[in-house]
């Protein structure tokens, strides 16, 4: 049984004062007690703890190229996310086995030190870097698998289907031959992940859905074939990310994206619509009868010049949210919560949207109730705070650092979201285990050798 006392603990929406936190042998919140003085025993005494966020949006080897795509290419007069996706292939075609699982775990304890405690890899990288499958077809899924367990934070691994190169193009283009799959390939390695937890006593910290790249890389028989057949598991699709993506679906199927999915197939709690940056109020409050979720990632967003998500919208009408890293140029849940707000202000001229819109009587409570909320839809996992029944993970804010420091206590939420969002945490705790984060020096000088034999 793990126990922590919290002098302040974000319970329920609010902070409480004295908690006690009781986890069972399994993982899991076995009770929560308010308002009680600290045990006279050996039980951490923490100042300031919040509940661990879902990262519910990971490309793992993109981690790879984060920072390193801000330059103009030659010849080409602009750039944009059609330009940045050709340099993303060329990565891809340099990252093996060995390399993935290097990044991934250097990027999963980069989470956790941020205050990520799950993460869901929208895994699309499969076959070997001329196109053929492994002896083993799930190698490079397996290798995330055991990154994660190593770095301690829990998992929903996304075997990811990519058929097609465009609307009406079958086929993939030579730069996207690793990719290559079909739905039987992704429902089986769904299958695999999900016996192996069980398995091994760990589907508490790794279980499995199952996620279609895009509209244009699948047809439209796939996706009903998968959808028909995953059962309850996750189910995750890029969509509606980029104008020209719409324009594209609507010449070629005569509907826009979010509406193709709503007529077509039909959206349920399983589905979580990555990025649907440029979707309608109309569409946005289907999505929300519908019960599917949404998952945003808005430096991503922004680094690649998507647009801005109608976010008031959203939550006028309801519609379920989470955050994620995307090609992680972030990687700390904060500042995804604070670019989410900021990039509405810009646009709007208004402050507080979040608070406004959400109904809460702070921005920081609104974006973090939000993402706490949707992490568990994302991940299919059992992530709702500070509850009986939850997955005991909790973050220990370092109220001794600078950004935190002289901040009344009940502003602590605020001055860590909007104030200074790559504050890292003191201390965490996956499934009422503590994890250190920080990499070995054997995981340091791998990354770093990787990195000078991906960019040599």
């Given at each position: 049984m793990?126990?922590?006392w ?6 329920e929406g ?23 003085s ?9 100042a ?15 981690r ?16 944009d996310?059609?330009g ?12 093996g ?10 990027l999963?304890?980069?989470?956790l ?10 895994h699309?990288?499969h ?6 499958a ?17 770095a ?23 730069t ?10 992704v ?17 508490h ?19 009903r ?49 990555v ?24 430096t ?11 976010f008031?919208?959203a ?6 949210w989470?955050?994620?890293?995307d ?14 707000e ?9 402050r507080?949207?979040a ?9 920081a409570?609104?974006l ?26 909790a ?5 001794e ?18 104030g200074?969002?790559s ?33 040599s």
């Amino acid at each position: 049984m793990t126990r922590l006392w919290c002098a302040q603990a974000w319970v329920e929406g609010d902070w409480a004062s004295g908690v006690l936190l009781e986890a069972d042998a399994q993982g899991y919140w076995q009770r929560i007690t308010v308002g009680v003085s600290a045990p006279d025993d050996d039980t951490p005494r923490l100042a300031c703890v919040i509940p661990g966020l879902v990262n519910a949006h990971s490309h793992a080897f993109q981690r790879t190229m984060a920072g390193l795509a801000e330059r103009l290419v030659p010849d080409r007069p602009g750039d944009d996310f059609w330009g940045w996706r050709e340099r993303m292939y060329q990565v891809a075609l340099r990252v093996g086995p060995a390399e993935l699982e290097i990044a991934a775990e250097w990027l999963y304890r980069e989470m956790l030190q941020a205050g990520f405690t799950q993460v869901c890899e929208f895994h699309y990288l499969h076959r070997d870097p001329e196109g053929k499958a492994y002896a083993d077809s799930a190698e490079l899924g397996l290798a995330m698998v055991r990154a994660a367990e190593r770095a301690g934070i829990g998992l929903t691994l996304l075997p990811t289907l990519y058929m097609h190169r465009g609307f009406g193009q079958p086929g993939l283009h030579q730069t996207q031959r690793r990719f290559a799959s079909t739905p039987d390939d992704v429902l089986g390695w769904q299958a695999r992940i999900q016996a192996e937890a069980q398995t091994t006593g760990r589907t508490h910290l790794l279980n499995a859905g199952v996620a279609l790249h895009s509209l244009r890389a699948v047809d439209g028989d796939a996706i009903r074939t998968v959808a028909q057949s995953l059962g309850q598991a996750p189910l995750h699709i890029h969509v509606a990310e980029q104008t020209r993506e719409v324009e594209d679906c609507v010449q070629h199927w005569g509907q826009r994206p979010v509406e193709w999915l709503l007529d077509q197939v039909g959206l349920d709690t399983r589905w979580n619509l990555v990025h649907a940056t440029h979707t309608l109020p109309h569409e946005l409050a289907d999505i929300a009868r519908s019960g599917a979720a949404v998952v945003l990632c808005p430096t991503t967003e922004a680094n690649l010049g998507d647009g801005f998500f109608n976010f008031p919208c959203a939550l006028e009408q309801g519609v379920n949210w989470s955050i994620g890293t995307d090609s992680h140029v972030n990687r700390h849940p904060a500042l995804e919560l604070q670019w989410l707000e900021y990039g509405q202000r810009l646009q709007l001229r208004q402050r507080n949207l979040a608070a406004r819109h959400g109904h809460a009587a702070s921005t920081a409570a609104a974006l973090f109730e939000g993402a706490l909320k949707g992490g568990s839809a994302a991940s299919g996992q059992a992530l709702g705070g500070f509850r009986v029944g939850q997955r005991a993970d909790a973050v220990a804010l370092d109220t001794e650092s600078a950004p935190l420091v002289g901040v009344p206590s009940d502003h602590r939420l605020d001055a860590w979201v909007m104030g200074q969002p790559s504050l890292p945490v003191a201390h965490v705790w996956v499934a009422g285990q503590l994890r250190d984060p920080r990499p070995s020096e054997a995981l340091r000088e791998a990354w770093q050798t990787m990195m000078q034999d991906v960019w040599s």
